[in-house]
């Protein structure tokens, strides 16, 4: 596990974009599972403003998760990601592999499971993607796995459907196997909100297995936190 801590979270943004701009150039094709949330907002405006060289025709982009609501809803990741990234750059529209369907069928896990079998190279009967990018919620739920559904993670299916414990909305999350297939694990968390949970599951302290971001632990692959100062405040 490597820990990158930089002063803030537009830095955070600038070092996770330079490192995934060298994973791009080195790989011939690359598949990407994005996050949600507001960090990766942060990464994809930094991303569309740098990234004028990247040749993106040769990545594939999916998501780790997705909220159950249509692409044009402030809600979706898909229209986070392509109002801060997808519009800015020349990405083959065959390469954006989205969660939920124009007729948002909510109840597409099993879909989106097989979209991934069919796109992604298949490694130990498991789709592995190149990188996983992560976030982490204030309560340790990563993906869409939450505390109150950890079980989901260790579901047989690629995909499952979970639901928010607060607002009781629907989401399709990809589950533990997929994530810890991925060659490359990537966290991004930054906050104080976070620095809690953050020392709670790097240090493994005890009950930090009832967080789901704490399951991550790639099989083969390489786990990397780029946390901001205020995130990684109670581990250094
Ligand atoms: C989502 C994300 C979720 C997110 C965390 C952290 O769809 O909301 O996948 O897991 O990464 O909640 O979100 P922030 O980056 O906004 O703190």
Not at 97 to 105: F, Q, T, Y
Request: proline share 6%.
């Amino acid at each position: 596990m490597h820990i990158n801590i930089s002063p803030t979270k537009t830095e955070v943004a600038k070092n996770f974009s330079d490192y995934l701009e060298e994973l791009i150039k080195d790989n011939k094709t690359t598949h990407i599972a994005l996050s949600g949330g507001s960090t990766p907002k942060v990464v994809f405006d930094y991303m569309a403003e740098h990234y004028e060289e990247v040749d993106w025709s040769t990545v594939h982009l999916y998501w780790g998760d997705e909220r159950c609501v249509p692409p044009t809803d402030s809600e979706s990741n898909y229209k986070i990601t392509v109002d801060h990234l997808l519009s800015k750059i020349d990405i083959p529209k065959d390469n954006i592999h989205r969660v939920l369907g124009e007729d948002l069928p909510e109840l597409e896990a099993g879909r989106y499971g097989k979209v991934l079998e069919e796109e992604l190279p298949i490694v130990d009967n498991i789709p592995q993607f190149d990188l996983v990018i992560l976030g982490m919620g204030d309560d340790g739920h990563t993906a869409s796995i939450f505390p109150h559904e950890i079980g989901l993670w260790d579901s047989p299916n690629n995909c499952e459907v979970a639901i928010h414990p607060d607002s009781g909305q629907r989401r399709i999350t990809i589950t533990g196997k997929l994530i810890n297939n991925a060659k490359t694990v990537v966290f991004l968390v930054t906050g104080s909100s976070k620095a809690e949970k953050v020392r709670s599951i790097i240090t493994k302290e005890e009950g930090h297995e009832n967080y789901p971001a704490s399951l991550v632990a790639p099989t083969s692959g390489e786990l990397i936190w780029f946390l901001d100062e205020e995130a990684a405040a109670q581990i250094n």
